[in-house]
């Protein structure tokens, strides 16, 4: 810790939500501490004096004259100061700034720290004010956690500013609103900040600030796995329900700097899916899978494909664990499917995307049985060493064919060891003896087909792999099938090079990450644009997964949509973002935080209660939804399609509006969260439960929307631009406005609170708190429940 | 539009409930369920319309194991039990004997012993020429969790259509391995492929855009309304979400389907009030009586801006303004959004004007085995974790769904009850039926046994809802159940569960079935045709031999013949020679790892039922436009015959 002059916070907690304000650039402690001076008198700097002194009165209701007596302040800067910051001001997180919090905000000003000094203030019913039961924060440290962080964001908003910003005549909305287009195509949402941050960057055009972005994307370390989270979360040997894997995620995807890489890897474990609604339901194994997926997102596509096939959670999801090259007639389950859904499809494409003519299949029946004999004599990893044995199998033979992470022994004592859950990650291995010695017919194609500069699909590589031989027995082999497991591992990476050099791959992959990540409807051109990038990236490298994103999300079709496309085209540009997005958008579009840093989205996955998604629980392998979707009415009159709508029935429309809708406009019983939006999925936010329970409650801080909320319009300005990327037409947020003034004045009744110098009554600042809230929470419901927040275009 | 109005309905509704609402002045699962109980049970004076008839399509999703839905069990020629041996000897898997546990094995056969609970009738009668062939004395086994199935079945309302999947033209095996003869489906062995095959009725078409049932309600366009004259629900429900059985060709709203979900309606039995159609909640599209959240709760918005109509209109509005620039997702979803609260409120007052009896929702709750009255009373869409069944039992709630909704008929045509709803179809599903590996033992005969007691339930639900004007019938008559699956599976093992195949077999229930049978056509090679057929280079050997007793013997379940023969089968397994072989014929429908070719197109199969629906035999292949292709022998009128036509 370094000398300062000033009063400082210290702590040691991580900074939770300074992660969450800025995911892509951590501020240093300096950043923070010069954002988080309370200084709500508008002279820059903060004193206990003056600060403290105000921060109090005002909390107390005192207004005008009576609010800055003595302190040189103007009443209306303080005024509109705290107002603005009423959210962030909220310390304890009760929901609403009182009187605790400005005594808490005083005493910190004045050097107090720790929980002497401030749990009498603090701590429930300690209090002077109302924070009751509903505050999330209660001891020194975590409110010490929250300064650190949740201060760090700019601390005065100011109305201008933000017409500038998201005004219809504001001189940076339109660069916003460009900003939040791309931000919501290659992240899980954005705020208006972190959009100014990305057109804050030196360099030219928009498109050559989103390249930047795209490679600093590229080069950032990955997080801390998902597996590393729930082991943390777990006591050995017990394990969770598999919804941790799911918040360990969360956690990435909302708060995380690798936005793109986290957003990739859901994609692709949307195309190869693993899911525990099927065999691999074990926490670890799915959180293995992630990790997988997230540590190849930026490599090439054939180590994602030899990812996939190595994975012992897809070989428990689609039966290629312990395939015995031996059977009789291999399990054909990952075969089939690696062909048909990760990497090829049915139908051989032209290089647009588009099925060649006849609609020649990709690949026969006897090729599913090749690969199912291809892909055989794979187990677990078992690294067990003798000691490791069950006292009731001494003499077990070591590594086991039939081990598994899981294993329990029957004789007391010999619990799971660390070293045992590792098996759920690691990669499967090859067995001696079990690899199938069957000829092994792969997929047809010529050389001149499979046009590539790439060494691995060099025209002899791809005419030797077109058949796997049968093999011969090998010498010092007994049992089984008489094939090593060296042997075995050759031949398996010999089948990953047929379907990698397979040429219909690039279409077929290219245009389902595009449905991901930009439009339902690509363009022929669109596509063969991708298709080339993942073909060669420039440097003779075939599957460059960064080649392959860079050409999706820099592609002048997602970026300005609007000058290229023709007006069918352009009716057909777009996506409805899937579930997991719209949740994901709303939170951080808001610097949502869980202060505990726990993201409990469990049991979200109802059609009529919940988002009819969540991650790695797909119904089936085929996905929540398949990419040629086309649903009758609007979209396949056009053409077009439309994945996500597959899940968007007339019971999950409803239910997951309601879900949205209850997630930001939810408001507790009185005294708890009521300001915030907050996310009662887990249920966790119930404010008579226990402090460490509601630290897990994910809050959606309002802060920009309190500062504006006098004037409707502007609050559709913003949230047009932040949740819909501009696309709301100016009727419909006339229309908006209107109805957020009809139905919560501000001119009349409790929004008005009683003239200088009465001092309001503790009912009248409840009923003015309540009101503005209305006005706040009604607008991005409203907002929420527009199509255009659904579609991105 | 000039309909009676819903409102009217409720709230004349509300005047005679008001002495169960307490003082809250609405209508709540509670005080629903009193006045079903005050009006009691048998005096029940809600009916369905005379002419009503309903289609419940139960599709497995996975690929259910046919040879886990009937089994040989004994052969025609005395006790002989031949064909059971050739059952079990291809279900086997090297080295693992028959054990019927919950614990992983490869060996997927059930022994006798077990069988014999299951065990149907076996029937002489005359096989309908041409097309369908009784079991001759042969007896096949239900799977052993299939009891209550297996009591319909004894009684004649179920039927089992065997040997039946998607088809362009008919196929043998000599054929398929020669690559001759007519176009073979697309994508077979492919789930969602062959998914949409059933569905759609069209085996050769990728991704099609419309299923069968969108065509049936195309080709009866008026049913149950006019445009002008619209009723207040589709006539296609599913309760399993959005599916290909149901798209239609047309934008017309009438045709468009309706999903609706299963959760909160269990909630009408529960005493206290439901936890998320909490009464003290408002909700902001004024459904003042705020009672069932049947379709995932009214758009609400919670407890924030509580019940404002200025803010519920402004949202109201935007979901069906004009769009600008025109943007086809954005038209699409203000369209379903429009369709889910029009459909949600015309069902919420429906079933307020109608409420719930205890008659169609207790079957659900309180399971009595039919024909074990003895039994103990099994909640069956939660049942105890100590039943075989025990978890949830989706099935039987999406049923419990259709039940409810069949029984609000009469309020949901275009006038209630005036001009009532008199044609439904419905969709509901099962999944996990992809039994590869160890799931074959750990889930098949659970789900086995949800579908038996679901069905079984639903069944006396059915026989609870009154025909308006016939006292002799219920809404048995009216309401045909069939189920479909991707596919069937293969016979043999490989080594932990079985793969993907073709043809399956299915249930068909109702009190308009020709039950108690076995229905499935056949077909054969000849001689001729044997000598090209011996063996194709590179491939498995092939066998084949001639059929000598054509037509004489469905060839239900029976294995390739290199399990009859003695040879080595591929892999080097050896194969058990079988006594009186020539009892046992060889397959010709069948391929080498027991898959079975479809003798029956599944077309032929939903177009018998929905003959019995009302499609007219002069239009029966323009609903199903492969079908006389796929399948030359149906016949138009009485399709493949297990159908009574009215």
């Not at chain 2, 459904?287 to 709760?297: F, M």
């Not at chain 2, 299915?506 to 056509?521: E, N, P, Q, T, W």
């Not at chain 2, 194969?575 to 599944?602: K, V």
């Amino acid at each position: 810790m370094r000398a300062s002059s000033r009063p400082r916070l210290f702590s040691s907690s991580a900074l939770l939500a300074v992660a969450l304000a800025l995911p892509w650039a951590t501020p240093s402690t300096a950043q923070f501490l010069a954002n988080c001076p309370f200084s709500v008198d508008a002279v820059t700097g903060s004193d206990a004096a003056r600060d403290g002194l105000l921060l109090v009165r005002h909390a107390r209701g005192l207004r005008d004259a009576a609010l800055v007596t003595g302190t040189n302040a103007t009443a209306t800067a303080v005024d509109t100061n705290i107002r603005a910051n009423s959210v962030r001001l909220d310390v304890n997180g009760n929901g609403r700034f009182d009187v605790d919090d400005a005594q808490t905000i005083a005493r910190v000003l004045l050097g107090f720290r720790g929980d002497a000094q401030l749990s009498p203030i603090v701590g429930f019913g300690g209090g002077q004010g109302n924070a009751g039961s509903g505050a999330v924060r209660s001891t020194a440290a975590a409110i010490s956690a929250y300064l650190e962080g949740g201060c760090a964001t700019t601390f005065s908003v100011s109305k201008t500013a933000l017409q500038t910003k998201v005004g219809p005549a504001g001189a940076n909305r339109a660069t916003n609103v460009q900003a939040i287009r791309f931000l919501t195509q290659s992240t899980f949402g954005a705020s208006l900040a972190q959009a100014e941050a990305l057109n804050a960057r030196t360099g030219g055009t928009f498109k050559a600030k989103a390249t930047a972005w795209v490679d600093e994307q590229f080069n950032l370390p990955l997080q801390p796995t998902n597996y590393d989270y729930i082991l943390a979360r777990a006591a050995l040997p017990g394990q969770f329900g598999n919804e941790v894997t799911r918040e360990a995620w969360w956690k990435q995807a909302l708060t995380g700097p690798d936005q793109l890489r986290v957003r990739l890897a859901l994609a692709l474990s949307e195309i190869a899916v693993v899911s525990s609604n099927g065999n691999s339901s074990n926490s670890y194994e799915l959180a293995g899978y992630m990790d997988m997926l997230q540590a190849r997102s930026f490599t090439n596509f054939r180590d994602v494909l030899s990812g996939v096939v190595r994975s012992p959670a897809m070989g428990r999801y689609l039966d290629h664990i312990r395939n015995d090259g031996a059977s009789t007639n291999p399990n054909e389950n990952f075969a089939r499917e690696v062909l048909q859904l990760f990497s090829v499809g049915l139908t051989k494409l032209n290089a647009d995307g588009s099925n060649q003519a006849g609609d020649p299949p990709s690949y026969t029946e006897d090729i599913v049985k090749g690969f199912a004999n291809a892909f055989t004599g794979m187990a677990f990893d078992d690294l067990r060493t003798p000691a490791d044995r069950c006292p009731e199998l001494p003499t077990e033979t070591l590594p086991s064919w039939f081990w598994q992470p899981d294993r329990t022994c029957t004789t007391a004592g010999s619990e799971l060891k660390a070293t045992d859950l590792q098996g759920w990650r690691r990669p499967m291995r090859m067995f001696d003896n079990r690899y199938s010695n069957r000829q092994k017919p792969l997929l047809d194609y010529t050389a001149a087909e499979a046009l590539s500069a790439d060494a691995r699909c060099s025209a002899t590589a791809i005419i030797a792999n077109r058949v796997l031989p049968a093999i011969a027995a090998e010498a010092g082999f007994t049992g089984g099938t008489r094939v090593s497991a060296a042997t075995g591992n050759a031949m398996v990476e010999r089948a990953i090079d047929n379907i990698f050099c397979h040429p219909t791959v690039g279409p077929f992959i290219g245009k389902s990450l595009i449905k991901f990540f930009v439009t339902s409807t690509p363009t022929p051109g669109y596509v063969s644009r991708v298709t080339a990038a993942f073909n060669n990236n420039g440097g003779g490298v075939r599957g460059d997964m960064k080649a392959v994103m860079r050409a999706i999300l820099l592609d002048d079709e997602a970026l300005t949509p609007a000058t290229v496309l023709s007006a069918t085209d352009l009716s057909k540009f777009g996506k409805l973002k899937e579930p997991i997005l719209r949740v994901s958008q709303t939170i951080r579009a808001f610097n949502g935080y869980a202060a505990s840093g726990k993201y409990k989205l469990h049991n979200i996955n109802s059609p009529e209660f919940g988002i009819s998604q969540n991650v790695l629980q797909s119904p089936s392998v085929f996905n929540f939804f398949h990419p040629e979707f086309a649903p009758p009415g609007p979209i396949a009159m056009a053409s077009a399609n439309a994945p996500e709508f597959e899940i968007t029935t007339t019971t999950s429309i409803a239910g997951t509006a309601n879900f949205l809708g209850t997630m930001v406009a939810a408001t507790g019983p009185r005294d708890g969260l009521r300001q915030h939006g907050y996310l009662r999925a887990s249920g966790n936010c119930n404010p008579f439960s226990t402090p460490t329970v509601r630290e897990d409650c994910i809050v959606i801080d309002y802060s920009d929307l309190y500062a504006i909320l006098d004037d409707a319009p502007l609050m559709f300005d913003y949230l047009n631009v932040v949740l819909m990327g501009g696309s709301l037409p100016q009727a419909a947020r006339d229309q908006f406005a209107a109805a957020i003034d009809a139905a919560y004045p501000n001119t009349t009744g409790a929004c008005v609170l009683p003239a200088s110098p009465t001092i309001a009554t503790q009912t009248q600042l409840d009923n003015f708190d309540d009101c503005r809230r209305s006005r706040v929470k009604g607008a991005v419901w409203l907002a929420m429940h527009a199509p255009e927040f659904q579609i991105q275009q | 539009m000039s309909k009676k109005t819903t409102s009217q309905d409720r709230r004349d509704f509300l005047k005679t409930g008001a002495a169960f609402a307490a003082t809250s002045g609405t209508a709540t699962f509670a005080t629903l369920s009193q006045v079903a109980e005050a009006a009691g049970s048998g005096t029940e004076t809600t009916e369905i319309a005379s002419d009503y008839k309903a289609l419940v399509c139960v599709f497995l999703f996975g690929g259910q194991d046919h040879s886990n839905v009937i089994i040989p069990y004994q052969d025609s020629a005395a006790s002989g039990t031949n064909e059971y041996s050739v059952y079990s000897d291809a279900r086997s898997s090297t080295g693992q004997a028959q054990n019927e546990s919950n614990n992983p094995t490869g060996n997927l056969s059930y022994s006798r012993a077990t069988l014999a609970a299951t065990a149907i009738s076996s029937t002489a009668s005359a096989v309908p020429a041409g097309f369908t062939t009784d079991v001759y004395g042969r007896q096949f086994a239900l799977h052993p969790s299939f009891s209550a199935l297996k009591a319909l079945y004894d009684q004649g309302s179920v039927a089992v259509i065997a040997n039946t999947g998607p088809l362009v033209a008919p196929i043998d095996r000599h054929e398929w391995f020669n690559r001759i003869g007519g176009l073979r489906p697309s994508s077979l062995y492919s789930h969602d492929d062959q998914q949409k095959a059933w569905m759609s009725g069209t085996a050769r078409v990728l991704n099609p855009q419309v299923g069968i049932a969108g065509r049936i309600a195309e080709a009866l366009p008026t049913a149950n309304g006019t445009p002008a004259n619209p009723p207040q629900i589709s006539m296609l429900v599913s309760t399993a979400g959005i599916n290909t059985f149901m798209l239609t060709g047309n934008n017309d709203p009438a045709l468009k389907p309706y999903q609706i979900g299963v959760g909160s309606l269990g909630r009408i039995n529960d005493t206290a009030a439901p936890a998320f159609c909490d009464t003290t909640t408002a909700y902001i599209n004024a459904n003042t009586a705020k009672a069932y959240c049947i379709n995932g709760g009214p758009i609400s918005i919670s407890s924030g801006p509580v019940g404002n109509a200025t803010m519920y209109s402004a949202f109201r509005n935007r979901v069906t303004s004009a769009y600008s620039p025109d943007n086809v997702y954005l038209k699409q979803w203000g369209g379903i959004m429009d369709q889910s609260i029009k459909t949600e409120r015309a069902v919420n007052a429906a079933l307020l004007a109608n409420p719930l009896n205890e008659d169609t929702v207790r079957t659900f709750r309180e399971y009595v085995p039919t024909g074990n009255a003895a039994a103990t009373p099994l909640d069956i869409v939660n049942p105890p974790t100590a039943d075989v069944a025990s978890g949830f039992n989706g099935l039987a709630a999406q049923l419990r769904m259709v039940a409810t909704l069949i029984r609000a008929s009469l309020a949901l045509g275009p006038t209630a009850p005036a001009q009532p709803i008199k044609r439904q179809v419905f969709f509901v599903s099962l999944g996990g039926f992809d039994t590869h590996g160890d799931e074959f033992w750990r889930s098949n005969p659970t789900l086995n046994k949800r579908i038996d007691r679901a069905l079984d339930a639903f069944w006396q639900a059915l026989g609870n809802i009154k025909v308006s004007g016939d006292p002799t019938k219920t809404a048995r008559n009216q309401v045909t159940v069939f189920t479909m699956s991707d596919f069937g599976r293969t016979l043999d093992s490989n080594g932990k569960g079985s793969d993907h195949g073709w043809a399956g077999h299915h249930f068909v229930m109702g009190g308009a079935v020709k039950g108690g049978k076995i229905y499935g056509a056949d077909h054969n090679v000849t001689a001729a045709q044997i000598p090209t057929d011996v063996s194709i280079a590179g491939q498995k050997s092939r066998y084949m031999i001639e059929d000598t007793t054509a037509g004489a013997m469905p060839r239900i379940g029976i294995p390739p013949l290199w399990y009859l023969s003695g040879n080595t089968g591929p892999g080097g397994k050896a194969r058990t020679a079988i006594p009186n072989a020539a009892n046992f014929l060889p397959l010709n429908h069948s391929l080498d790892r027991g898959e079975l070719l479809p003798s029956m197109a599944s077309d032929a199969y939903v177009a018998t039922a929905a003959r019995w629906f009302g499609i007219p035999a002069a239009t029966i292949s323009t609903v199903f436009p492969t079908l006389l292709t796929a399948h030359p022998a149906f016949d138009t009128n009485n399709g493949v015959g297990f159908m009574n036509l009215v």
